[in-house]
């Protein structure tokens, strides 16, 4: 049911257009401008009836305090008056009401023109949307980002721009046609779609270039982690469909810029990013780089990369081919085992579990080089007492150990898991660190566990 907020100082007019509306429509009433800007903090009804001539606030300055408020702009507003002058009239519709109701109303013609506003209003609201999507990839597009950097106050927000581009898509195209490049285009907006929060925007700008709009307390380290699986997830999601087709591989560059340190506008952010993206593709292509105070940070996606989740793990070890960079070139063996064992399992309907083994400080943040030996080196010895003839172990990183578990159920994946937590807390003796897990059994992961 679609709420109105009626705003009226008179009882007698409040008391007859809640009676008025209140089977077809859920009612707010406030008898004050100031009451009404009060309730609109917290909620935003579909339309406003508003009062013209009230003490204290009239509402041409309850309307002026709406206009200025990007939440509540954009609210359809009916003015409500007992005057029948033009020049009233013209001045509300000027402010952006959308039509004026007279006292005392009738209320058939209150409901109506109610009713077509709200309709109109409905309809408008589909158009923008569709207007602001691009017809490909179902993202948002150029239009949309613009116009969310550009009403974000400088004051108001801060965040992260991520500038996106595909390495050697012009030779897909070129190969294999356009029909080729869209298919790679759509899963390259579903991987961002995936990697992304719910209140992250992403969108394609034009091209093969993609954007990402990442908004509220992220720290940098956050948006590098970011950055690391969109850029595993998006070359193993298009390798794979091109493996079979042709020899192109394609990866991902991106330049990154943060906001407002880099500016709080469209074009500052899209300038910056776009820098440090050049950057990247003049030095090898495939990694980020963030542009910041006019320097370029040597951040790259392949260094310094301690901790991966487990999606990012399969992504990586199923990837085909030998390319160097990280956890690949000493991961070569461990790679022919996945293969190797992911193939029995299909001929012999075994099933397979994988665990990723974490060690953490009791925050759940990443543990310091000291603590990180110490604790893998626990963690080996609880994953060696606990194994079975058949499994298999790696380490991975500074802080992790993979694992897997031959024809094993996910039940008794959980329970290899759980031993190997329960032994390692006791081994460790002193609460220091924790240690999480995450496993996966035909296809689905589950969240990660703490012992």
């Known amino acids: 049911m679609k709420q ?8 007698a007019d409040l ?54 408020d990007r939440k509540l702009n954009e609210i359809p507003v009916i003015f409500l008056t007992a005057q029948s002058d033009q020049e009233s009239e013209i001045k509300g519709l000027k402010m952006g009401a959308m039509d004026f109701v007279r006292k005392p109303f009738e209320p058939e013609i209150m ?49 992260f721009f991520l500038l996106f581009d595909l390495d050697n898509f012009k030779l897909v195209n ?21 990697e992304i929060g719910s209140k992250d925007s992403a969108c394609r700008l034009g091209g093969d270039e993609f954007a990402v709009y990442v908004s509220g307390s992220r720290s940098r380290d956050e948006v590098k982690r970011m950055a690391r699986r969109m850029i595993a997830g998006i070359e193993f999601e298009i390798n794979d469909m091109l493996l079979d087709s042709c020899n192109v591989r394609v990866s991902v560059s991106i330049g990154i810029a943060e906001k407002p340190v880099d500016g709080d506008k469209f074009t500052e952010l899209y300038g910056a990013a776009d820098k440090a993206l050049y950057y990247v593709k003049e030095n090898g292509k ?39 960079g990280a956890y690949r070139v000493g991961y070569e063996g461990f ?25 953490q400080d009791t925050a759940g943040g990443d543990v310091v080089e000291d603590m990180a030996e110490r604790g893998v080196s ?11 003839r058949g499994d298999v172990a790696t380490k991975c990183g500074t802080a992790q150990y993979v694992v897997i578990l031959m024809n094993a159920t996910s039940e008794n994946g ?9 032994k390692f807390a006791e081994a460790l003796g002193d609460g220091t660190m924790t240690l999480t897990y995450e496993i996966q059994s035909a296809g689905r992961t589950k969240k990660p566990q703490q012992a």
Do not use: W
């Open 378 to 388: 626990i963690l080996e010895k609880a994953v060696a007492h606990s194994l079975r």
């Open 286 to 324: 495939r990694g980020y780089h963030f542009f910041h105070d006019g320097k370029i940070d040597h951040d790259n996606a392949e260094e310094d990369i301690n901790q991966i989740n487990l999606l990012q793990l399969q992504r990586l070890i199923q990837e085909r081919g030998h390319n160097s």
């Open 4 to 11: 109105i907020l009626i705003v009226d100082d008179v009882a």
């Open 111 to 159: 409901r109506s023109r109610i009713d077509k506003i709200l309709r109109l209003t409905e309809q408008n609201r589909e158009l923008q949307k569709i207007a602001l999507k691009d017809g490909l990839t179902d993202l948002l597009n150029r239009r949309y980002m613009e116009k969310l950097l550009n009403q974000t106050d400088i004051n108001e927000e801060k965040g």
């Open 414 to 422: 959980e329970l290899v898991a759980n031993r190997i937590s329960s």
């Open 335 to 359: 790679k022919r085992i996945y293969h190797f064992v992911t193939r029995c399992m299909d001929r012999k309907k075994q099933d397979v579990q994988l665990v990723l083994f974490t060690v």
């Open 15 to 68: 008391e007859s257009a809640v009676e008025v509306l209140k089977d077809s429509y859920d009612i707010t009433a406030r008898d004050s401008g100031k009451k009404a800007l009060t309730f609109l903090q917290d909620m935003q009804p579909d339309l406003i009836l508003l009062d013209v001539n009230m003490p204290d606030m009239n509402g041409y300055e309850v309307m002026e305090e709406l206009k200025k």
């Open 174 to 194: 070129d190969n294999f046609g356009h029909i080729v490049g869209d298919e790679v285009l759509i899963k390259f907006a579903r991987v961002l779609q995936e």
